[in-house]
């Protein structure tokens, strides 16, 4: 019963580490957000981050190669 209780609390830990370490990468196209381009902030997340695009014009083709949020 205790080993089932430890395997248990070790996959537990690791999914909500590996979700506490999601992050919040912004885009805007007046410069004032982490990026200009949406590839930027693409090339620069890791999976599970979260990449939010302010209103604005963005002419570029998007590669998404990885699994993100994007907002």
């Known amino acids: 019963?205790?080993?089932?209780?430890l395997i248990a609390s070790v996959i537990a830990l690791?999914?909500?580490?590996?979700?506490?370490?999601?992050?919040?990468?912004?885009?805007?196209?007046?410069?004032?957000?982490?990026?200009?381009?949406?590839?930027?902030?693409?090339?620069a997340a890791n999976d599970t981050d979260t990449i939010i695009v302010y209103p604005g014009t963005y002419n570029e083709n998007v590669d998404v190669n990885k699994s993100v949020f994007l907002q």
């Open 14 to 43: 690791t999914l909500l580490s590996s979700t506490a370490m999601a992050v919040e990468i912004t885009v805007g196209d007046s410069g004032s957000k982490n990026y200009t381009t949406i590839q930027d902030a693409i090339n």
């Open 1 to 5: 019963m205790q080993i089932k209780l």
